[in-house]
């Protein structure tokens, strides 16, 4: 069972995975990131285990920029 400190609005998740609320919703609009549940007024919950998955995505993404960073330099 989920209990509610495993819950997270746009703003609380996009802060904890590290990007702007925005780039959040864009991700939800192109199915990069699924919320756990949309109520009627467009407003977004997410789940502690998609939080971390996209904060984790966001991780190797950024590592793979710097080792990029690192080749070109």
């Known amino acids: 069972m989920i209990s509610p400190s495993d819950l997270y609005t746009v703003a609380e998740a996009a ?3 590290g990007v702007p609320g925005r780039t959040l919703r864009r991700w939800c ?3 990069k ?4 549940k949309r109520f009627g007024n467009g407003q977004a919950i997410f ?3 998609e939080v971390e998955r ?7 993404e ?3 920029k710097l080792a990029l960073a690192d080749h070109a330099a």
């Not at 990131?33 to 756990?36: H, N, Q, S």
């Not at 996209?54 to 190797?60: G, K, N, T």
């Open 15 to 17: 802060e904890r995975i």
């Open 62 to 64: 950024l590592r793979r």
């Open 54 to 60: 996209l904060r984790s995505d966001r991780v190797e």
């Open 29 to 31: 609009e192109t199915g």
């Open 33 to 36: 990131a699924v919320p756990l």
């Open 47 to 49: 789940d502690v285990d």
